[in-house]
């Protein structure tokens, strides 16, 4: 045996290991559930230049929000230098279910985490959960309450995302690749880490943060991405992160192969930020963390699994393509009883639960060199830029 092919053979086996045991965890360990009272919310819904249609569309969706008590929405003009912030401002004028109030942060820095950061130190925030919210995406009428009761069912939760799909993935295959994505996977293993107490990818688009943690462990601004830093801050200091898939909202993803290419190169180097911060919040805390980005690296630096098993098949190195075929199997039971138990159906069909592996391999032999890049970005310390602005 080669020292390639036993590499390979102890990546996919620890792949595999990792899948197995979320397989279990998600069956066998069940969802906590909060009934009790609701804690006041701040939504900061930041925004730089966005399209004002789609942008008072968002705020339209947050104002329709079913809540036990009105809802704080802070809306950040990041700097935009266009006439977005002027329709906004007309919009927040006229009366609205719940409060809406626009700030304005004189110049935009590159990343989102400080426009968050602005809006927190202005001390206007009044909620015990904030929930992040992006200016082009539409939350579901309950989602805001799904997502704060999945929050507050733990006193260890100090980040929960929601259930986010893409509207705009009809536009290209591109989008459609990244539909796939969506309702299959990501959903599943979020659900099952979830289980665990430890999701290591939240989504910003849609996530609530427990404000006292906030205010424990400070702001966003530090880093990147600040959605997966952040989460991973907050796991290194003990906390758990969670996954709510009833609060459901949609977003708009990039439609081109240019678009695609910022994004997950800009997710990629927001997975080293995160490593790092683990190490540097406790060496425990970095050890733990080791195997997650092991495995994220491995499908990163190397070749897709599309050209990966090619190369396999070509030189007769089976037992990998073996364990890589166990896996997926493991990943589909998965999501169909993830899909299943969430009354998700209406979402993803069978037949689209068995073209989600083809589609998930066509999209990261797309993203490799991208999330390739980003890790090299890292690395390299090249300065930050949000990259998709």
């Not at 459609?176 to 969506?182: A, D, G, I």
């Not at 849609?206 to 991973?232: M, N, Q, Y």
Request: net charge neutral.
């Amino acid at each position: 045996m080669s020292i390639i092919e036993g590499f390979l053979i102890c990546t996919s086996a620890i792949t595999l290991i990792t899948t197995i045991v979320l397989f279990f965890s998600y069956l066998l360990k069940r969802e906590r559930v909060y009934d009790g009272e609701l804690p006041v919310v701040t939504i900061f819904l930041p925004f730089f230049n966005e399209d004002k249609d789609v942008l008072l569309q968002s705020l339209s969706y947050l104002d329709k929000q079913d809540y036990s008590s009105k809802l704080q929405i802070i809306v950040i003009d990041d700097g935009s230098d266009n006439n977005s912030a002027q329709y906004v401002e007309k919009w927040v004028s006229k009366k609205r279910n719940h409060i809406f109030e626009l700030v304005k942060k004189p110049i935009n820095d590159g990343r989102k985490g400080f426009a968050l950061d602005y809006a927190l130190e202005l001390n206007i925030a009044i909620g015990e959960a904030y929930v992040v919210v992006d200016s082009d995406t539409y939350i579901e009428p309950t989602g805001i309450k799904e997502l704060v009761s999945k929050l507050w069912s733990d006193n260890r939760y100090a980040a929960v995302c929601g259930y986010i799909t893409p509207s705009n993935y009809a536009d290209t295959f591109i989008g459609l690749l990244q539909h796939y994505e969506h309702i299959s996977f990501y959903g599943a293993i979020r659900a099952a880490q979830d289980r665990l107490g430890c999701v290591p990818v939240l989504a910003g688009a849609f996530v609530a943060h427990r404000a006292s943690t906030v205010k424990e462990l400070g702001g966003w601004s530090e880093w990147l991405v600040e959605d997966i830093a952040w989460c991973w801050k907050a796991i290194s200091n003990g906390y758990r992160t969670g996954y709510a898939p009833r609060a459901k909202a949609t977003t708009q993803c990039p439609t081109d192969v240019k678009g695609l290419f910022k994004q997950r190169r800009r997710w990629s180097r927001g997975r080293v930020e995160a490593y790092m911060v683990a190490w540097n919040t406790h060496w425990f805390a970095g050890l733990c963390s080791t195997p997650w980005f092991v495995i994220s690296a491995t499908q990163y630096i190397f070749p897709s699994s599309l050209i990966l098993i090619s190369i396999m098949a070509i030189f007769n190195i089976w037992i990998p393509i073996i364990i890589g075929l166990i896996n997926i199997f493991f990943y589909l039971i998965l999501v169909n009883y993830y899909i299943k138990e969430n009354n998700l159906s209406s979402d993803i069909s069978k037949l689209q639960i068995l073209k989600a592996p083809l589609f998930s391999v066509l999209l990261e032999s797309i993203t490799w060199l991208p999330n390739l890049l980003g890790y090299f970005d890292e690395f390299s310390g090249k300065k930050k830029s949000w990259l998709t602005r």
